[in-house]
């Protein structure tokens, strides 16, 4: 009987595994060994340095830099975009306290999902553009105009003017995964709760937040990923990998780029990528552990 | 038999690098035996690509394909076009080429170096190309000696290296070796409108202290005196403040350029950086300018917002859409600083627009014959007339009326006479470039004072001379 389970298994399995294995698995290794190397990646030489590279970075300010703009991405980008998402997700469901039009929000809000990420930051690059973009225009017809500024090179508004885009075009994405998970909650609990006199935020915090709270867990997990990359951006928005506004705005990822595809020094690049491989993973093991509490079957 | 070595046997021995004596021991110790080479000598076995007549000098393989990669940007790619279908088809029929005219060079053809596969001629220049630095270290480019000494495609009785500018090609030179070849004869100056100049009665200062004086009183009109990319501030690094110290003390500029001790440091580089500075500090620069990037602060400088900016020669053919009429661009030397030791007039001019031959391509030889079609006379007159740009071949621009950039050019670099130079340090040691521009932006942004930019950029010229990792180079 069981042989005959792993028959039909194993054809099942092991396209899938072989693929995962040259594409993913294999690749993983070679990065492993180039960061051993002070490859320049023009050639097939790659001569081995043993450590080098890892001690190096260690001691490397610029990636130090890079790292401090990542924890603070990690920090902001999933408290602000789950915040404003579950605040819309709440207000467009909530049993009868949804707002009035909330279909039609719903449907609004996710627009920007659908746009593809680079076209997303080409658009917001005009926006920002300093002397005939959208932002300072608006600021200076309100009178503001002493608040505009180069958005994207200003050394203090670059990485936010650029976490905005990435807040503002994921929102819609984590509104409708809210919305799917509060839809699942029986309208029942709403009716009860009002019958009991809750207001809106006490229904939400007491029935809606801790019900979908393994969703929350989820997004949070997604979101630390994103800020821990948060290449495509930066790149996009501010212009190129090289320009002054990417220089203010490096994170790692892009400084593994640089250092790559800029100054040819994939051997070192390959150590940033596997520094960048165990935080992620440390991370993702960490929230999951922090964020672990007791979930509710309903 | 290993045709292949044949073959390069027979080159070596065509080059008079190698006497036949010498190649029958090499072939000995390939393991050919002595007939096969006797009778190879002999002409018994016929062997293709052999004819190094006046028509032939590289010993090209007609019927041999041909790989060709193009940077398609400020320039266009129809100059290169034409030299596949006008010229190297027409001299060899059978010679399949494969084109493309692509941006960011890099990404695209650094697998293709990898894999041993590389294009058998490259124009490697643009955003993002290949890091010249990495391939010469890692032997990845072909030497042009046989190039340079063979004779010139339409122009009788020279060799291909004397019909080009003197000076222009010394940046592709590494360790003795030619390894690339520069297309453009650029020039990088301070560009004004002349007809604007004209008509408020302006005219270019020669000193800086005329330059602040004249920038005064454009800013009193209402107008921005300068403009320049904040987003890529390697302009006015280079085009402005290279340009100033290498006339204020060229060896202040070469000792930065060797990664002296303290070459930072040195007091021209404070009296330089001080005469900059004074652009951000009087606010002479254009408000948004750190936003800008290239074509942005181009486009406000040809709308008038701003008089002055300083950009190389590819200026006009990169906006020629957005040009008004008679606005008559023209180009400057950098105004002179008191105890300047280069005359006013010299200016930094050299060879840009980078070509290279990969040493494992498949057909060098036809990628060093592509080169010697592109710069000849033809070559240089189809990209003078396609971009209105000078090209490194002599003589090139003579006769042609292209307009006030061009002409301006062209009278900018024969008025200084041998007085041309153009930094390379941005180029040896990419990393340290990308640093310098940077501080150099905080600089002109207000961010940090003079000190703390020659104390950083010091600091960090030191880590790439302590770098053991780091090919260094030196600036004749």
Not at chain 1, 68 to 85: D, F, S, W
Not at chain 1, 120 to 135: A, D, E, F, R
Not at chain 1, 213 to 222: A, D, G, Q
Not at chain 2, 423 to 444: C, H, I, N, P, S
């Amino acid at each position: 009987m069981h042989y005959q389970k792993y028959r039909l298994i194993i054809p099942f399995l092991l396209p899938a595994i072989l693929l995962y294995g040259v594409f993913v698995v294999w690749p993983y290794a070679q990065a492993i060994y180039i960061s051993l190397t002070s490859w320049r990646g023009v050639s097939g030489n790659k001569p081995f340095v043993g450590l080098e590279n890892y001690q190096r970075l260690w001691e490397d300010e610029r990636f130090h830099e890079a790292l401090t703009r990542n924890g603070q991405l990690l920090v902001v980008l999933p408290l602000v975009t789950i915040a404003i998402a579950l605040t819309f997700g709440a207000l467009f469901t909530q049993g009868s306290q949804q707002i009035r039009g909330a279909g039609f929000y719903r449907i609004v809000f996710f627009f920007p999902q659908i746009i593809p990420a680079v076209i997303v930051g080409i658009l917001w690059s005009y926006v920002y553009t300093p002397n005939i973009g959208l932002l300072n225009g608006i600021l200076r017809a309100v009178g503001l105009g002493d608040v505009s500024t180069s958005w994207l090179t200003d050394p203090s508004t670059v990485l936010w003017a650029i976490a905005a885009v990435a807040i503002w075009s994921s929102v819609g994405f984590y509104m409708v995964i809210f919305l799917a998970s509060m839809q699942s909650i029986p309208t029942s609990f709403y009716e009860a709760a009002i019958l009991d006199g809750a207001t809106r935020w006490t229904s939400f915090r007491d029935i809606t937040f801790p019900l979908i709270w393994e969703t929350i867990r989820t997004s949070i997990i997604y979101l630390a990923i994103a800020a821990l990359d948060f290449f495509i951006l930066i790149v996009v928005v501010s212009g190129g990998s090289t320009t002054m506004g990417a220089r203010r705005a490096e994170v790692a990822a892009l400084y593994l780029y640089n250092q790559a595809f800029d100054s040819s020094r994939w051997g070192y690049a390959s150590a940033i990528g596997v520094v960048l491989l165990i935080l992620t993973l440390l991370l993702s093991l960490g929230i999951m552990r922090a964020t672990r509490r007791e979930t509710y079957e309903f | 038999m290993n045709l292949e070595l044949i073959h390069r046997l027979i080159a070596d021995e065509a080059s008079g690098h190698y006497s036949r004596r010498q190649i029958l021991q090499r072939a000995a110790a390939l393991g050919l035996s002595a007939p096969a080479v006797a009778a190879l000598f002999a002409g018994a076995i016929p062997v293709r690509a052999l004819a190094q007549d006046a028509d032939n000098p590289l010993g090209v393989d007609p019927a041999a394909p041909l790989d060709v990669v193009i940077f398609k940007g400020g320039f266009g790619d129809d100059y290169a076009i034409y030299v596949n279908e006008k010229m190297y088809n027409k001299l060899y029929p059978d010679a399949k080429i494969t084109y493309a005219g692509i941006q960011r060079l890099g990404e695209q053809l650094q697998p293709r170096f990898v894999a041993g596969e590389p294009p058998d001629v490259i124009d490697n220049s643009g955003a993002g190309p290949l890091d010249t630095g990495a391939l010469v270290a890692e032997g990845q480019l072909a030497d042009l000696a046989d190039l340079m000494a063979a004779p010139s495609y339409d122009t009788e009785g020279k060799t291909f290296a004397e019909t080009l500018v003197p000076g222009t090609q010394e940046s592709g030179v590494f360790d003795g070796k030619q390894l690339l070849l520069n297309w453009a004869l650029t020039a990088y100056g301070i560009w004004y409108s002349s007809s604007y100049m004209e008509a408020n009665g302006y005219e270019y200062p020669k000193t800086w202290d005329e330059m602040l004086a004249l920038c005064e009183e454009i800013k009193g009109a209402g107008v921005a005196p300068w403009v320049t990319t904040g987003v890529h501030p390697q302009y006015v690094r280079q085009f402005v403040f290279d340009q100033m110290l290498w006339k204020h003390d060229p060896e202040a500029m070469r000792n930065i350029e060797n990664l002296e001790a303290d070459a930072w440091k040195a007091p021209a580089v404070g009296e330089v950086l001080e005469a900059l500075y004074q652009l951000a500090d009087r606010g002479y620069l254009l408000e948004g300018w750190e936003g800008l990037d290239h074509i942005q602060s181009q486009n406000e400088w040809l709308q008038g917002k701003a008089v002055f900016i300083p950009v190389g020669t590819w200026l006009e053919n990169e906006m020629k859409d957005s040009i008004p009429p008679d606005f008559n661009m023209v180009v400057a030397p950098t105004p002179s600083l008191p105890g300047d030791k280069i005359p006013f007039q010299g200016i930094f001019a050299g060879g840009g627009e980078p070509f290279i031959v990969p040493a494992q391509g498949k057909n060098v030889q036809g990628g060093k014959e592509w080169l010697r079609l592109l710069f000849s006379k033809e070559g240089g007159r189809v990209f003078a007339e396609a971009t209105k740009s000078l090209s490194t071949v002599s003589g090139s621009g003579e006769g042609l009326d292209l307009g006030s950039a061009f002409a301006s050019a062209q009278e900018a670099i024969a008025a200084a006479g041998g007085n041309t130079y153009v930094t390379r340090y941005q180029d040896w040691y990419k990393q340290f470039g990308e640093d310098v521009k940077a501080q150099m932006a905080e600089l002109l942004q207000k961010q940090i004072s003079i000190e703390e930019f020659q104390d950083a950029v010091q600091q960090l010229a030191d880590d790439v001379k302590d770098d053991p990792s780091i090919p260094k180079y030196t600036a004749g």
